[in-house]
């Protein structure tokens, strides 16, 4: 189980975040973090209403309890709590200029998380881990039947790409730098985006084939 998470974009429709197959990466302070750490991240995430939550302020920019309990459909004392559980992890902070007396603004903050071995993990991360890797396939497969009934050409807003070819190790690896490193040379975050803009929701995944033969040549690491 791998993901790789929003930088500064969100996957399932959280501008803001990054994650990609069962991983996410933050450049908030999700580095180096212990497996209760983790746990708990995963744990949080997989949270319909931490997750709407965090939806919402990557489309928005940012909100205070009583909108979020508003558009959301909860009360502001639950919304309320849920925020502060979420600056907790380090995925929203508060804005102080905006925020006085008992109104407290949110915003997202830059998130990036890769999940580790599932070797290392103990059953309770792995556990975790699974569940919210379950939810974002479920978000993933929407998303690609949408691109398909979207599809208008080649110049269009959706696009759906398939390819195959012999990598080694490495030079899959540095494919994934450099696939990164395309991402960040294009994209932009909800303050900078310029003019015509819009949310664009990626995903990439690269699996290689199993052990064995093909036209009696070795496969497979």
Do not use: C
């Not at 949310?199 to 699996?207: E, I």
């Amino acid at each position: 189980m791998s993901d790789q998470a929003d930088s500064g974009r969100m996957s399932d429709g959280r501008t803001g975040t990054t994650d990609s197959g069962h991983t996410e990466t933050t450049d908030s302070g999700h580095t180096g973090m212990t497996g209760l750490e983790r746990t708990a991240l995963y744990k949080s995430l997989g949270n319909p209403l931490r997750r709407r939550i965090l939806d919402y302020l990557g489309r928005h920019g940012e909100a205070n309890s009583t909108v979020l309990a508003r558009e959301l459909g909860e009360s502001s004392g639950t919304t309320s709590y849920h925020l502060r559980k979420l600056a907790e992890q380090r995925l929203v902070e508060e804005i102080p200029e905006k925020s006085g007396g008992r109104e407290r603004w949110w915003r997202l903050l830059p998130f990036s998380h890769t999940t580790p071995d599932p070797a290392t993990m103990t059953q309770e991360e792995f556990e975790a881990a699974r569940h919210l890797a379950l939810l974002k396939i479920d978000v993933d497969t929407q998303l690609f039947r949408r691109a398909h009934e979207e599809y208008r050409g080649p110049d269009g807003w959706a696009h759906v790409q398939r390819h195959g070819t012999w990598l080694t190790k490495d030079e899959l690896l540095a494919f994934m730098r450099e696939y990164r490193a395309l991402l960040d040379r294009y994209g932009h975050s909800r303050e900078t985006a310029p003019e015509g803009a819009r949310p664009v929701n990626m995903r990439f995944y690269a699996v290689a084939e199993p052990v064995g033969e093909w036209r009696s040549e070795p496969t497979g690491p």
